[in-house]
């Protein structure tokens, strides 16, 4: 299995309700699991006599990943002293976001909104699959990290919520 099956794999989860996946061949296996409220992703992989040969592939391949994905979550300004009353509402899967239900429609939230439990931020399409995504806690919506119409990726933080607002 190469680093792109594996990719497609983790993009086919991230985009359904499952909770866990396991892959199993000859000495190669894959195990995906994710907790429904964390959203979290766990990666394993046992029998390492056959990574030697596809390693380096799999070690040159995620490295500009990473410096990708890094610079993108890393400019989150906080203002220290709300630092704590700040939420991140981030995105649980790998799509396109849009923050109105059609081009002519009004947003959903705006910086300064106050919003609910349950409101819809935003939308993610993925594979033609337009996904709600709902706030999880009341406040006020500090800053929008994402412009209509773009790509985002799992776990990109989207949304600053100050909950003591």
Known sequence: MDFKEIQDILRMVSKTDLTEVEIEQKDFKLRIRRKLPENSV???????????????????APAPIVVESRPAAQPEPRPAADEAALYQVKSPMIGT??????????????????????????????????NEIESEVAGKVVKIMVENAQPVE?????FLIDTNA
Do not use: H, N, W
Request: contains cysteine.
């Open 42 to 60: 766990i990666y394993t992989q046992a029998q390492m006599p056959a990574l030697p040969a596809p390693q380096p592939v799999q070690s040159a």
């Open 97 to 130: 976001l849009y923050r109105s239900s059609s081009p002519d429609a009004p947003q959903y939230v705006k910086v300064g909104d106050r919003v609910e439990k349950g409101q819809v931020l935003c939308i993610i399409e993925a594979m033609k699959l337009f």
């Open 154 to 158: 799992y776990d990109q933080p989207l």
